[in-house]
């Protein structure tokens, strides 16, 4: 309409009560284009602009989706990278799941509010191109629209403050309630097994009620900004009109040119206001995946190192001290792990000897000492070129949702069926998968969970060696299982004694009875119990039974 309405009064004659700035854009359109002064000719190129508007229109809004995507993407993959460089203190001192709302369900609100925001760009960009026609139309018209908006955003401003509080309340009751949700799934076996689902649910009250608040208070400042932004364009209007025609005096058409532009005006200054508004809504998540990847890449393990990592020695602890909040749990261990060789860790629970571990993973940082690997201190070492060469199997046993294959692979696409088959055999679990339907194709399930404590451990010792690592650690790796299973694994860690070094902690005496070096954990001290140059050979009954 307002395209349209200039051209029908110049053709038609009366361009006499159109401003003359209008007339000279009419004429500069004629001489660019050839087309005659005809409705004819108006037309055609009020149909040719708007479907090159259209065009237009449509490239930028999917340049504007993809854009979403892309920063939505990039901000996933900084989390992720940042998150894997992250210090394991912070994992133990942080609850996961704040991790992973952010990854997941900020990171889209964050991409959604790049969209607020360029959208608010291209409407302030629309709205200085319609102040320029109302400057051409009406200077007093143009004085009066801006005067308009102005009382516009005045009195619309606090509902935008109150989009952004509610923001900010609905981006933490969302991450609170997705961390409890997800230490309730991790917990959902004895929350079930114990009846305790209704004082579990009960927890959850006080978030879901926060989060209902924060969402109707949203709902509520949208609702006050349209129909407020109505009332007063309403108003506008009305005054705008009796100000052309009662008091200047302005003709009719001139008053119907100027007042589709006016509306105009005023329609880009409601959907600024939008735009504003839901960005501040959608401004607390895109904070929070920022602060989240600041205060990871703040907790980032040391990068740098030697990558040259032999094992043709072994590894040493000497007089190391590590404390977990001010409480010594290893004090002034000495130790000697030979290469090539088996040496367990026994004691009982709470004793050190997982936090040992962790220390020679470099998940730890001794507060006093020094751990060796091959006469070079650990900590000059690159902790990734370390732990490539290190193949791990941990107490606390979680297995993706995923096929076994996925499982035992971990993302290494390197690895071929063959590779995966030889690990099944080294972990004694070669004969149960080929059993399954699926076979390797197999889901584990949710953390493993259709698979018994055994399979579970057997899978975990199978990803273990997939690597083919130069240390192998085993946190319990037989707890679960049988005696003649334990039998024959602790028969192939004596084969495998002599291509990996080995670090058992267990409690078991299969394990003692095979061991070449034998250390005794206890109140975060080691003794060393047996030390023999030779490595045993037993047959794999002896060890499980005697």
């Known amino acids: ?35 005659p002064a005809t409705i004819g000719g108006f037309t055609i190129a009020v149909v040719l602009m708007l479907v090159l508007r259209t065009i237009l229109l449509g490239l930028a809004l999917t340049y504007a989706g993809f854009s979403i995507a892309n920063v939505s993407t990039r901000l996933r993959e900084d989390l992720l990278n940042a998150m894997f460089d992250t210090k394991w203190r912070y994992f133990v001192d942080h609850r996961a799941g704040r991790i992973a709302n952010t990854i997941s369900v900020d990171a889209t609100r964050a991409g959604h509010a790049y969209l607020e925001s360029a959208k608010f760009v291209s409407a302030v960009i629309q709205g200085i191109g319609y102040l320029a026609f109302a400057m051409m139309a009406s200077f007093k018209f143009a004085v009066a629209g801006g005067i308009a908006g102005a009382i516009i955003v005045l009195g619309m401003g606090k509902l935008i403050a109150v989009s952004r509080r509610a923001g900010k309340r609905q981006t933490k009751s969302t991450s609170q309630l997705v961390t409890l949700v997800a230490d309730a799934l991790n917990n959902i076996k004895p929350i079930k097994s114990m009846a305790r689902t209704v004082p579990f649910i009960a927890m959850f009250a006080a978030n879901l009620q926060a989060l209902n608040k924060s969402i109707k208070l949203q709902v509520l400042s949208n609702q006050g900004l349209d129909r407020g932004n109505d009332i007063l364009v309403a108003v506008m209007i009305g005054a705008g009109f009796f100000l052309a025609v009662g008091v200047w005096e302005i003709t009719l058409a001139s008053v119907t040119v100027v007042g589709i532009i006016a509306y105009q005006s005023i329609s880009v200054v409601r959907r600024l206001q939008r735009f504003l508004q839901r960005g501040a809504e959608l401004e607390a998540s895109y904070h929070a995946v920022h602060e989240m990847s600041a205060k990871l890449t703040r907790e980032a393990e040391r990068a740098g190192g030697a990558q040259d990592i032999t094992l043709d020695d072994g590894c040493a602890f000497d007089h190391v001290t590590f404390a977990h909040e ?70 606390e046993l979680s ?148």
């Open 326 to 395: 001010d409480r010594p749990t290893v004090e002034n261990v000495s130790l000697f792990i030979p290469s090539g060789k088996i040496t367990v860790l026994q004691g009982p629970s709470g004793a050190g000897k997982t936090t040992i571990v962790d220390l020679l993973l470099g998940l730890h940082e001794p507060a006093s000492g020094h751990i060796m690997v091959d006469n070079r201190p650990l900590d000059q070492l690159s902790l990734k070129a370390w732990r490539s060469h290190i193949g791990y199997v941990p107490q």
């Open 399 to 546: 297995l993706l949702h995923a096929s076994l294959r996925d499982n035992i692979a971990l993302g290494n696409t390197a690895l071929t069926d063959e590779d995966i088959t030889e690990a099944l055999r080294l972990a004694d679990a070669e004969d149960f998968v080929n059993s399954l339907p699926d076979g390797l194709d197999s889901n584990a399930g949710e953390m493993g969970g259709r698979l018994s404590g055994g399979q579970r451990q057997r899978i975990a010792l199978a990803r273990a060696l997939v690597g083919r690592p130069k240390l192998l650690i085993l946190d319990e790796v037989t707890s679960a299982l049988d005696p003649e299973t334990e039998a024959s694994i602790c028969s192939n860690a004596l084969d495998l004694a002599g291509e990996f070094t080995i670090i058992a902690i267990t409690h078991r005496p299969a394990w003692s009875k095979i061991a070449d070096r034998l250390y005794k954990v206890d109140n975060g001290s080691a003794t060393e119990i047996r030390a023999t140059g030779k490595r045993r050979r037993r047959s794999a009954e002896t060890p499980a039974h005697g």
């Open 1 to 35: 309409m307002s395209a349209m309405l200039p051209a029908l009064l110049a053709v038609s004659g009366e361009s006499g009560v159109l401003p003359p700035a209008f007339k000279v854009v009419i004429d500069t359109t004629l001489a660019v284009t050839g087309l």
